[in-house]
Nanobody, 124 residues
């Protein structure tokens, strides 16, 4: 039974940092891709940061240079370090993971396991 649980969200002022964590329980994939998504009210869920099966990171343009995705395999925890937060970063943030066999499939919604989300609110 695979469970993903996010934590670390909260309310901060613009320019402040946050670090989100995602504990991967019951997750034993030897090769996988992992990601952080976010969803603001009235908008579709968008990919923010992705680690591919070879641990190569990619980011949506709006967070490049500010966010860093990483994974601690020993602790089975995925992280998203967010620096210089902006009001437009306000959203529910979700972690996702899937087997490497699916990593070339653009449809994360159907092929990934998902956490329940953690709220990030940034005020100016």
């Amino acid at each position: 039974q695979v469970h993903l649980r996010e934590s670390g969200g909260g309310s901060v002022q613009a320019g402040e940092p946050l670090r989100l964590s995602c504990i991967l329980s019951g997750y034993s994939y030897t090769r996988s891709c992992m990601a952080w998504f976010r969803q603001a009210p009235g908008k579709e869920r968008e990919g923010v940061a992705v680690l591919d099966a070879d641990a190569t990171a990619s980011y949506v343009d709006s967070v490049k240079g500010r966010f860093t995705i990483s994974v601690d395999n020993a602790e089975r925890t995925l992280y998203l370090r967010m620096n210089d937060l902006k009001p437009e970063d306000t959203a529910m943030y979700y972690c996702a993971a899937r087997n490497y066999l699916y990593c070339s499939n653009p449809d994360w919604e159907r092929t990934a396991y998902w956490g329940q989300g953690t709220q990030v609110t940034v005020s100016s």
